[in-house]
């Protein structure tokens, strides 16, 4: 229960969890797994909308809905390398001493740290549909994404130094 441990105190102390996880070491194959794992939970998280619309619009099959999400999802891991290289890249501009990995772990450990809220924000939207809760949980999700990320990132790249 170490990740779901961390999630939890992800919300109260962001960068002691980051300095946890740097503190393991580098391992590129652990910082995929954790952005798989919040893909995996994030895809979960949309059923209910895509339930919904599906039921909404018949002409949508669920099947199509869900595979189509999912090989989006997929298409956005790329995207998500590219991100952290490039807030790496600021962070370098900013006087940052890190390491692209540092990087990489602070935005996947982000988006799996935000995972729950995510399971929270589908559920609204597929019972709820959209409307003032829905942006007020999407704002929620958001800032608790960009405080994680940002808390992360200012470990990762401006209290360590690069090996």
Same mark, same amino acid.
């Given at each position: 229960?170490?990740?779901?441990?961390?999630? +939890?105190?992800?919300?109260? /102390?962001?960068?002691? *969890?980051?300095?946890?996880?740097?503190?393991?070491?580098?391992?590129?194959?652990?910082?995929?797994?954790?952005?798989?794992? /919040? +893909? *995996?939970?994030? @895809?979960?998280?949309?059923?209910?909308?895509?339930?919904?619309?599906?039921?909404?619009?018949?002409?949508?099959?669920?099947?199509?809905?869900? *595979?189509?999400?999912?090989?989006?999802? +997929?298409?956005?891991?790329?995207?998500?390398?590219?991100?952290?290289?490039?807030?790496?890249?600021? #962070?370098?501009?900013?006087?940052?001493?890190?390491?692209?990995?540092?990087?990489?772990?602070?935005? @996947?450990? #982000?988006?799996l740290a935000v995972a729950p809220l995510m399971l929270l924000q589908g559920l609204v939207a597929g019972f709820l549909g959209a409307g003032t809760q829905l942006i007020a949980v999407s704002a929620l999700v958001f800032a608790a @994404?960009?405080?994680?990320?940002?808390?992360?990132?200012?470990?990762?790249?401006?209290?360590?130094?690069?090996?």
């Amino acid at each position: 229960m170490g990740a779901v441990d961390d999630i +939890l105190r992800s919300y109260r /102390a962001p960068r002691a *969890v980051m300095r946890a996880h740097l503190a393991r070491g580098r391992s590129e194959p652990r910082a995929l797994t954790l952005l798989l794992a /919040a +893909l *995996v939970v994030i @895809f979960i998280a949309q059923w209910p909308r895509l339930s919904r619309l599906s039921f909404e619009q018949p002409d949508l099959p669920m099947t199509g809905l869900m *595979v189509g999400t999912g090989l989006a999802l +997929l298409a956005m891991v790329p995207v998500f390398y590219l991100l952290a290289a490039a807030s790496h890249l600021g #962070a370098r501009a900013l006087g940052g001493t890190g390491s692209g990995y540092g990087a990489r772990l602070a935005l @996947f450990w #982000a988006l799996l740290a935000v995972a729950p809220l995510m399971l929270l924000q589908g559920l609204v939207a597929g019972f709820l549909g959209a409307g003032t809760q829905l942006i007020a949980v999407s704002a929620l999700v958001f800032a608790a @994404f960009v405080l994680i990320w940002f808390a992360g990132l200012r470990v990762a790249e401006f209290e360590t130094e690069t090996p």
